[in-house]
């Protein structure tokens, strides 16, 4: 049987998931709720097989494997310390990610 992880999510990445939501939602409240409800979705599947997602770009500069799942123009960025997933971010595709904004 697969290990299960245990997936902590960040006050950091609870307000990034306000504040897309909030944005989405003043031009369309359903694609909104739509949104959240699949970030949601995918944030759960980490459950299992968290290391299936690819190691973000930045990693190496940042000098710690950080793991990035996407969705639409949005990456959620995490990291593996077993036996736990830590939901750090989620952020605009476009953004680049420094260490700064991953260890709030």
Known sequence: MARRYKVKITAT???DIQSVFDYIARENPSAAAQWVEE???QIDSLE???ERCSVIPESEELGQK???LIYGNYRTIFRVESPTVLILRVVH???LVDLRMLEK
């Open 13 to 15: 990445a609870e307000r």
């Open 39 to 41: 970030v949601e979705r």
């Open 48 to 50: 299992r097989f968290p």
């Open 66 to 68: 950080y793991r990035h």
């Open 93 to 95: 595709g476009a953004q």
